[in-house]
């Protein structure tokens, strides 16, 4: 069965640097997304991303914050200057079409020290 | 705001027993609801997904209701299993929050004993 795969599993930085998480939705898919948990609460929108360009971002997604599709397989989120608070899992999730299920990835752990 | 949330956060039951998670929504124009199940470290998993023309849908061992009177959402888990521990968020899409993205509840952490 087709699975959205994120790498890597585990990201440890230093505050003040970039970071680049990396997303492989399933491959009919069309629409694109990333969503943020930090530890112990529920899971944040964050971005949507159909037909190369963002459809909807959340306030949480601000200038530090940059995705890309470049390729036909890879989807990344970019975070240029990360803070303490960015610690959380990022995870990447796809669907086929409107108003179907979001298929989720198992996520990417980043520590910001 | 509009906000998907959920009244138990908490839920113990033998294996064996049927198990019922709860969920409050509060935008009634939102049309669709999934269910999901996050063990740990790990990212969410669809279970069920059920759509405001429906009442009812059943899965393996898994039934989702909507009561869309009242804004609440179930999901019932028949004969729980020690594998079915896990954190149970719904979500909805649809309505005000449109389709671009999902609306997480708080989540419910499943503990199955036994």
């Known amino acids: 069965e087709p699975e959205v795969t994120q790498t890597p599993s585990h990201q440890v930085t230093q505050m003040g640097q970039e970071v680049i998480l990396r997303c492989v939705p399933i491959?009919?898919?069309?629409?694109f997304y990333w969503y943020r948990q930090i530890l112990g609460q529920k899971v944040e929108f964050l971005v949507s991303f159909y037909n190369n360009e963002i459809s909807e971002k959340s306030e949480i997604f601000d200038d530090q914050f940059s995705v890309e599709r470049p390729d036909g397989s890879n989807f990344t989120l970019k975070i240029r200057s990360t803070k303490l608070e960015d610690s959380a899992m990022y995870f990447c999730?796809?669907?086929?079409?409107?108003?179907?299920?979001?298929?989720f990835g198992p996520g990417t752990r980043l520590l910001v020290l | 705001g509009e906000s998907v949330g959920l009244h138990l956060p908490t839920l113990s039951v033998q294996e064996g027993d049927n198990s019922i998670i709860n969920c409050a929504y509060s935008?009634?124009?939102?049309?669709?609801f999934i269910w999901y199940k996050q063990e740990s470290g790990k990212g969410p998993q669809f279970i069920i997904d059920?759509?405001?023309?429906?009442d009812k849908r059943q899965g393996q061992r898994v039934t989702v209701l909507l009561n869309k009177t009242v804004k609440h959402l179930s999901l019932q888990i028949a004969a729980t299993q020690p594998g079915d521990s896990a954190v149970y968020f719904c979500a909805e899409m649809g309505g005000f929050g449109g389709y671009n993205k999902l609306i997480f509840g708080a989540g419910t952490r499943l503990a199955v004993h036994p």
């Open positions: 999730a796809s669907r086929k079409d409107a108003g179907e299920t979001q298929y």
């Open positions: 491959s009919n898919h069309l629409y």
């Open positions: 935008n009634s124009a939102s049309d669709y």
């Open positions: 059920i759509r405001s023309n429906m």
